[in-house]
Protein backbone atom coordinates (compact mmCIF):
# COMPACT_ATOMS: atom_id res chain seq x y z
CA UNK A 1 0.00 0.00 0.00
CA UNK A 2 2.98 2.96 0.88
CA UNK A 3 5.56 0.89 -1.71
CA UNK A 4 7.54 3.91 -3.30
CA UNK A 5 8.05 2.04 -6.50
CA UNK A 6 3.97 2.57 -7.22
CA UNK A 7 3.12 4.95 -9.86
CA UNK A 8 0.35 5.55 -7.56
CA UNK A 9 -1.82 5.40 -4.16
CA UNK A 10 -4.90 5.36 -3.88
CA UNK A 11 -6.00 9.49 -2.72
CA UNK A 12 -7.04 7.68 1.10
CA UNK A 13 -3.42 6.52 1.93
CA UNK A 14 -1.54 10.12 0.33
CA UNK A 15 -4.40 12.05 2.78
CA UNK A 16 -3.69 9.62 5.65
CA UNK A 17 0.03 10.51 5.58
CA UNK A 18 -0.81 14.08 5.07
CA UNK A 19 -3.01 14.21 8.09
CA UNK A 20 -0.86 12.73 10.44
CA UNK A 21 1.93 15.39 9.21
CA UNK A 22 -0.20 17.27 11.84
CA UNK A 23 1.71 15.01 14.40
CA UNK A 24 5.58 17.24 14.36
CA UNK A 25 3.89 19.84 13.41
CA UNK A 26 1.76 20.70 16.19
CA UNK A 27 4.32 18.51 18.99
CA UNK A 28 6.93 20.35 18.22
CA UNK A 29 5.80 23.91 16.41
CA UNK A 30 2.46 24.49 17.85
CA UNK A 31 1.61 25.06 14.32
CA UNK A 32 -0.50 23.59 11.49
CA UNK A 33 0.45 22.30 8.14
CA UNK A 34 0.70 25.46 5.98
CA UNK A 35 2.10 26.37 2.76
CA UNK A 36 1.74 29.90 1.56
CA UNK A 37 3.36 32.15 4.34
CA UNK A 38 6.62 31.07 3.33
CA UNK A 39 6.10 32.16 -0.05
CA UNK A 40 6.09 36.04 1.51
CA UNK A 41 9.70 34.43 3.58
CA UNK A 42 10.98 34.19 0.67
CA UNK A 43 10.20 36.74 -1.58
CA UNK A 44 10.81 39.65 1.34
CA UNK A 45 14.02 38.11 2.01
CA UNK A 46 15.73 38.35 -0.79
CA UNK A 47 13.49 41.65 -1.80
CA UNK A 48 15.23 43.22 0.97
CA UNK A 49 18.77 43.03 -0.90
CA UNK A 50 17.60 45.10 -3.35
CA UNK A 51 14.63 47.22 -1.08
CA UNK A 52 16.03 47.12 2.53
CA UNK A 53 13.43 49.47 3.61
CA UNK A 54 10.67 46.31 3.06
CA UNK A 55 12.12 45.27 6.40
CA UNK A 56 10.15 48.56 8.30
CA UNK A 57 6.87 46.60 6.79
CA UNK A 58 5.51 44.97 10.08
CA UNK A 59 3.83 42.49 7.54
CA UNK A 60 7.30 41.24 5.72
CA UNK A 61 8.94 41.92 8.82
CA UNK A 62 6.56 39.01 10.40
CA UNK A 63 7.43 36.85 7.80
CA UNK A 64 11.41 37.27 7.39
CA UNK A 65 12.93 35.42 10.72
CA UNK A 66 12.14 32.76 13.39
CA UNK A 67 11.62 29.11 13.90
CA UNK A 68 8.25 28.42 12.38
CA UNK A 69 8.52 30.53 9.18
CA UNK A 70 12.03 29.19 8.12
CA UNK A 71 10.21 25.84 8.89
CA UNK A 72 8.26 26.11 6.66
CA UNK A 73 10.39 27.44 3.59
CA UNK A 74 12.59 23.88 4.60
CA UNK A 75 8.75 22.24 4.33
CA UNK A 76 8.44 23.60 0.71
CA UNK A 77 11.96 22.54 0.15
CA UNK A 78 11.55 19.22 1.05
CA UNK A 79 7.79 18.71 -0.92
CA UNK A 80 10.10 19.71 -4.23
CA UNK A 81 13.00 16.54 -3.01
CA UNK A 82 9.90 14.38 -1.67
CA UNK A 83 8.20 14.07 -5.08
CA UNK A 84 11.57 14.31 -7.10
CA UNK A 85 12.40 11.21 -4.95
CA UNK A 86 9.10 9.61 -5.74
CA UNK A 87 8.66 10.45 -9.71
CA UNK A 88 12.11 8.86 -9.93
CA UNK A 89 11.71 5.95 -7.88
CA UNK A 90 7.97 4.81 -9.93
CA UNK A 91 9.08 6.11 -12.95
CA UNK A 92 6.49 9.29 -13.43
CA UNK A 93 9.21 12.08 -13.54
CA UNK A 94 7.53 14.84 -15.88
CA UNK A 95 9.38 17.32 -18.65
CA UNK A 96 7.75 20.40 -19.94
CA UNK A 97 3.96 21.08 -18.97
CA UNK A 98 0.99 18.11 -18.47
CA UNK A 99 -0.31 17.00 -21.86
CA UNK A 100 -3.30 18.16 -20.05
CA UNK A 101 -3.34 21.66 -21.13
CA UNK A 102 -3.16 20.75 -24.80
CA UNK A 103 -6.74 18.93 -24.24
CA UNK A 104 -8.09 22.12 -21.78
CA UNK A 105 -7.11 24.57 -23.76
CA UNK A 106 -6.46 23.39 -27.43
CA UNK A 107 -3.31 24.60 -29.23
CA UNK A 108 -0.92 26.86 -27.29
CA UNK A 109 2.72 27.66 -27.52
CA UNK A 110 4.54 26.40 -24.54
CA UNK A 111 5.29 30.34 -23.97
CA UNK A 112 1.59 30.97 -23.62
CA UNK A 113 1.26 28.08 -20.90
CA UNK A 114 4.74 29.61 -18.58
CA UNK A 115 3.11 33.28 -18.91
CA UNK A 116 -0.48 31.47 -17.52
CA UNK A 117 1.73 29.29 -15.17
CA UNK A 118 3.65 32.53 -13.88
CA UNK A 119 0.01 34.87 -13.88
CA UNK A 120 -1.61 32.05 -11.96
CA UNK A 121 0.94 31.83 -9.29
CA UNK A 122 1.05 35.54 -8.69
CA UNK A 123 -2.91 35.21 -8.72
CA UNK A 124 -3.04 31.90 -6.04
CA UNK A 125 -0.46 33.43 -3.83
CA UNK A 126 -1.80 36.96 -3.43
CA UNK A 127 -5.52 35.57 -2.99
CA UNK A 128 -3.86 33.27 -0.22
CA UNK A 129 -2.24 35.80 1.56
CA UNK A 130 -5.52 37.99 1.16
CA UNK A 131 -7.49 34.68 2.89
CA UNK A 132 -4.02 34.18 5.38
CA UNK A 133 -3.99 30.84 3.99
CA UNK A 134 -4.50 28.09 1.05
CA UNK A 135 -5.37 24.74 0.36
CA UNK A 136 -3.19 23.24 2.94
CA UNK A 137 -2.99 26.12 5.70
CA UNK A 138 -6.88 26.51 5.83
CA UNK A 139 -8.20 23.69 3.61
CA UNK A 140 -6.41 20.79 5.08
CA UNK A 141 -5.34 22.32 8.66
CA UNK A 142 -7.94 25.73 9.40
CA UNK A 143 -10.84 22.83 9.10
CA UNK A 144 -9.42 19.96 10.98
CA UNK A 145 -9.49 22.55 13.53
CA UNK A 146 -12.96 23.93 12.77
CA UNK A 147 -12.10 27.36 12.35
CA UNK A 148 -15.07 29.32 10.73
CA UNK A 149 -13.02 31.40 8.67
CA UNK A 150 -11.45 28.06 7.00
CA UNK A 151 -14.78 26.58 6.24
CA UNK A 152 -15.99 29.92 4.23
CA UNK A 153 -12.31 30.52 2.82
CA UNK A 154 -12.59 27.08 1.41
CA UNK A 155 -16.00 26.86 0.09
CA UNK A 156 -14.87 30.43 -1.76
CA UNK A 157 -12.51 28.88 -2.76
CA UNK A 158 -13.78 25.50 -4.46
CA UNK A 159 -16.70 28.10 -5.73
CA UNK A 160 -14.80 30.11 -7.68
CA UNK A 161 -12.60 27.68 -8.68
CA UNK A 162 -16.03 25.40 -9.75
CA UNK A 163 -17.02 28.58 -11.87
CA UNK A 164 -13.46 29.14 -13.24
CA UNK A 165 -12.57 25.75 -14.53
CA UNK A 166 -15.75 25.65 -16.06
CA UNK A 167 -15.99 28.70 -17.75
CA UNK A 168 -12.51 29.00 -19.27
CA UNK A 169 -11.39 25.28 -20.33
CA UNK A 170 -12.90 22.43 -22.59
CA UNK A 171 -14.46 20.11 -20.16
CA UNK A 172 -11.34 17.00 -19.71
CA UNK B 1 13.33 24.98 19.24
CA UNK B 2 16.29 26.35 16.84
CA UNK B 3 15.93 27.71 13.47
CA UNK B 4 18.29 24.74 12.31
CA UNK B 5 16.36 22.23 14.03
CA UNK B 6 13.19 23.42 12.79
CA UNK B 7 14.79 23.42 9.14
CA UNK B 8 15.76 20.15 9.37
CA UNK B 9 12.48 18.72 10.70
CA UNK B 10 10.97 20.83 8.04
CA UNK B 11 12.81 19.47 5.21
CA UNK B 12 12.17 15.68 6.65
CA UNK B 13 8.53 16.65 6.60
CA UNK B 14 8.31 18.32 3.56
CA UNK B 15 10.14 15.05 1.97
CA UNK B 16 7.06 13.13 3.21
CA UNK B 17 4.65 15.85 2.45
CA UNK B 18 6.07 15.94 -1.19
CA UNK B 19 6.19 11.93 -1.52
CA UNK B 20 2.36 12.00 -0.21
CA UNK B 21 1.26 14.40 -2.88
CA UNK B 22 3.06 12.91 -5.43
CA UNK B 23 1.63 9.22 -5.15
CA UNK B 24 -1.51 10.74 -4.35
CA UNK B 25 -1.37 12.18 -8.13
CA UNK B 26 -2.41 16.09 -6.94
CA UNK B 27 0.87 17.27 -8.51
CA UNK B 28 -0.93 17.10 -11.95
CA UNK B 29 -2.63 19.74 -13.42
CA UNK B 30 -4.82 17.30 -15.06
CA UNK B 31 -5.89 16.13 -11.58
CA UNK B 32 -6.69 19.71 -9.79
CA UNK B 33 -8.36 21.29 -12.81
CA UNK B 34 -10.72 18.18 -13.38
CA UNK B 35 -11.61 18.55 -9.78
CA UNK B 36 -12.27 22.00 -10.30
CA UNK B 37 -14.34 21.23 -13.12
CA UNK B 38 -16.32 17.91 -10.75
CA UNK B 39 -15.50 15.23 -13.59
CA UNK B 40 -12.95 13.91 -11.44
CA UNK B 41 -12.60 13.69 -7.37
CA UNK B 42 -9.16 12.43 -7.01
CA UNK B 43 -8.14 15.89 -5.19
CA UNK B 44 -11.17 16.03 -2.88
CA UNK B 45 -10.73 12.56 -1.56
CA UNK B 46 -7.30 13.11 -0.49
CA UNK B 47 -8.02 16.19 0.74
CA UNK B 48 -11.19 14.95 2.41
CA UNK B 49 -8.92 12.11 3.85
CA UNK B 50 -6.29 14.55 5.18
CA UNK B 51 -9.26 16.73 6.72
CA UNK B 52 -10.28 13.86 8.40
CA UNK B 53 -7.11 12.07 9.88
CA UNK B 54 -5.98 15.44 11.10
CA UNK B 55 -9.58 16.26 13.16
CA UNK B 56 -8.70 12.73 14.52
CA UNK B 57 -5.06 13.00 15.09
CA UNK B 58 -6.23 16.93 16.78
CA UNK B 59 -9.00 14.98 19.00
CA UNK B 60 -6.85 13.13 20.38
CA UNK B 61 -4.11 15.39 20.96
CA UNK B 62 -6.31 17.87 22.24
CA UNK B 63 -8.04 15.01 24.32
CA UNK B 64 -4.34 14.35 26.04
CA UNK B 65 -3.13 17.94 26.52
CA UNK B 66 -0.99 17.50 23.66
CA UNK B 67 -1.61 20.20 21.78
CA UNK B 68 -3.52 23.97 21.69
CA UNK B 69 -4.91 24.55 19.12
CA UNK B 70 -3.94 27.87 16.64
CA UNK B 71 -7.00 28.32 14.50
CA UNK B 72 -6.82 31.53 12.06
CA UNK B 73 -8.77 34.54 12.57
CA UNK B 74 -12.28 34.74 11.05
CA UNK B 75 -12.07 37.81 9.10
CA UNK B 76 -15.14 37.56 6.29
CA UNK B 77 -14.23 39.77 3.74
CA UNK B 78 -10.48 38.13 3.65
CA UNK B 79 -11.54 34.80 3.85
CA UNK B 80 -14.22 35.45 1.02
CA UNK B 81 -11.98 37.58 -1.46
CA UNK B 82 -8.98 35.90 -0.59
CA UNK B 83 -10.46 32.61 -1.04
CA UNK B 84 -12.22 33.31 -4.38
CA UNK B 85 -9.24 34.63 -5.90
CA UNK B 86 -6.68 32.08 -4.73
CA UNK B 87 -9.41 29.58 -6.81
CA UNK B 88 -9.15 31.37 -9.57
CA UNK B 89 -5.11 30.77 -9.61
CA UNK B 90 -5.48 27.55 -8.90
CA UNK B 91 -7.10 27.16 -11.65
CA UNK B 92 -5.26 28.83 -14.45
CA UNK B 93 -2.02 27.78 -12.47
CA UNK B 94 -3.26 24.13 -12.41
CA UNK B 95 -1.43 23.86 -8.68
CA UNK B 96 -2.24 24.82 -5.12
CA UNK B 97 0.60 26.86 -2.93
CA UNK B 98 1.44 23.60 -1.91
CA UNK B 99 1.28 21.11 -4.92
CA UNK B 100 3.33 23.54 -6.72
CA UNK B 101 6.37 22.52 -5.47
CA UNK B 102 5.73 18.65 -6.07
CA UNK B 103 5.32 19.65 -9.63
CA UNK B 104 8.52 21.19 -9.65
CA UNK B 105 10.08 18.15 -8.43
CA UNK B 106 8.66 15.73 -11.08
CA UNK B 107 10.04 17.79 -13.04
CA UNK B 108 7.44 20.18 -14.48
CA UNK B 109 8.95 22.73 -16.49
CA UNK B 110 5.69 25.60 -15.97
CA UNK B 111 5.79 24.66 -12.41
CA UNK B 112 8.84 26.74 -11.88
CA UNK B 113 6.95 29.66 -13.74
CA UNK B 114 3.90 29.07 -11.17
CA UNK B 115 6.13 29.03 -8.24
CA UNK B 116 8.30 32.63 -9.48
CA UNK B 117 4.50 34.17 -9.54
CA UNK B 118 3.39 32.97 -6.18
CA UNK B 119 6.41 34.82 -5.09
CA UNK B 120 5.93 37.52 -7.24
CA UNK B 121 1.77 37.78 -5.52
CA UNK B 122 3.42 37.54 -2.30
CA UNK B 123 5.53 40.65 -2.62
CA UNK B 124 2.80 42.81 -4.68
CA UNK B 125 0.81 41.78 -1.46
CA UNK B 126 3.65 42.54 1.13
CA UNK B 127 3.82 46.41 -0.12
CA UNK B 128 -0.08 46.67 -0.76
CA UNK B 129 -0.66 45.28 2.70
CA UNK B 130 -0.38 47.98 4.99
CA UNK B 131 -1.78 50.53 2.52
CA UNK B 132 -4.23 49.17 0.44
CA UNK B 133 -5.63 45.78 1.54
CA UNK B 134 -6.09 46.83 5.70
CA UNK B 135 -9.49 47.83 5.04
CA UNK B 136 -10.69 45.10 3.41
CA UNK B 137 -8.81 42.36 5.54
CA UNK B 138 -10.12 44.12 8.57
CA UNK B 139 -13.72 43.75 7.67
CA UNK B 140 -16.01 41.27 9.40
CA UNK B 141 -13.77 40.10 11.97
CA UNK B 142 -14.63 37.83 14.68
CA UNK B 143 -11.54 36.10 16.13
CA UNK B 144 -10.76 32.86 16.42
CA UNK B 145 -13.99 31.52 15.65
CA UNK B 146 -14.47 27.87 15.60
CA UNK B 147 -17.69 25.52 15.68
CA UNK B 148 -17.38 23.61 18.75
CA UNK B 149 -16.99 27.31 20.38
CA UNK B 150 -20.01 28.03 18.31
CA UNK B 151 -22.12 25.13 19.13
CA UNK B 152 -20.59 25.03 22.90
CA UNK B 153 -19.18 21.56 22.92
CA UNK B 154 -15.94 20.37 23.53
CA UNK B 155 -13.78 20.00 20.45
CA UNK B 156 -12.35 16.61 20.83
CA UNK B 157 -16.16 14.40 20.45
CA UNK B 158 -17.41 17.37 17.72
CA UNK B 159 -13.93 16.45 15.99
CA UNK B 160 -14.16 12.74 16.02
CA UNK B 161 -18.60 13.12 15.07
CA UNK B 162 -17.31 15.47 11.87
CA UNK B 163 -14.54 12.56 11.32
CA UNK B 164 -17.06 10.42 10.91
CA UNK B 165 -18.87 12.37 8.76
CA UNK B 166 -16.46 12.71 6.10
CA UNK B 167 -15.42 9.40 6.71
CA UNK B 168 -19.12 8.22 5.55
CA UNK B 169 -19.32 10.57 2.41
CA UNK B 170 -16.05 9.13 0.86
CA UNK B 171 -17.10 5.81 1.41
CA UNK B 172 -20.10 6.73 -0.64
CA UNK B 173 -18.12 8.80 -3.50
CA UNK B 174 -15.64 5.99 -3.39
CA UNK B 175 -18.34 4.06 -4.23
CA UNK B 176 -19.27 5.96 -6.99
CA UNK B 177 -16.30 7.23 -8.32
CA UNK B 178 -13.64 4.58 -7.73
CA UNK B 179 -10.28 6.68 -7.42
CA UNK B 180 -8.54 3.93 -9.75
CA UNK B 181 -10.44 4.83 -12.56
CA UNK B 182 -9.67 8.50 -12.03
CA UNK B 183 -6.00 8.60 -12.72
CA UNK B 184 -5.66 8.11 -16.27
CA UNK B 185 -3.30 5.64 -18.23
CA UNK B 186 -0.33 7.90 -17.36
CA UNK B 187 -1.58 9.07 -13.88
CA UNK B 188 -1.47 12.45 -14.85
CA UNK B 189 -5.53 12.65 -14.64
CA UNK B 190 -5.66 12.71 -18.17
CA UNK B 191 -7.98 10.55 -19.49
CA UNK B 192 -5.73 9.19 -22.65
CA UNK B 193 -2.53 11.30 -22.95
CA UNK B 194 -3.02 11.45 -26.70
CA UNK B 195 -5.86 14.05 -27.91
CA UNK B 196 -5.80 12.33 -31.79
CA UNK B 197 -7.49 9.40 -29.70
CA UNK B 198 -9.43 11.52 -27.33
CA UNK B 199 -10.85 13.12 -30.25
CA UNK B 200 -11.30 9.85 -32.29
CA UNK B 201 -13.05 8.64 -29.59
CA UNK B 202 -15.29 11.22 -29.22
CA UNK B 203 -16.01 11.17 -32.86
CA UNK B 204 -16.72 7.39 -32.51
CA UNK B 205 -18.76 8.15 -29.59
Not at chain 1, 85 to 111: D, E, N
Not at chain 2, 22 to 41: D, L, N, T
Amino acid sequence: MFSLTTRAWSPYAAGVVIGLLQIPAFYFLGTALGTSSSYVTISANIASFFDPSIAAIKYAANHMGGAKNWWQVALIGGIVLGAFISSRLSGTARWGASPFWAQAMGAHTPAQRYLMAFTGGFIMVFGARIADGCTSGHGVSGIAQLAIGSFVAVTAMFGAGIITANLIYKRV
Amino acid sequence: MSVFAAMLLGLAMGAVFGMALEKGRVCEAGVIVCQMQMSRHTMLKMFLTAVATGLIVLAVMVGFGLAKLSPKPTLFAADIIGGAILGIGIVVAGACPGTVLAQIGTGYKDAIFTFVGGLFGALAFTYAEPGLLKPILTAGSYGRLTLDQLLGVPFPPLALAFAALIIGFLVWLEKVSPWRGEIGPNADGVPTSDPVVTNAAAVAG
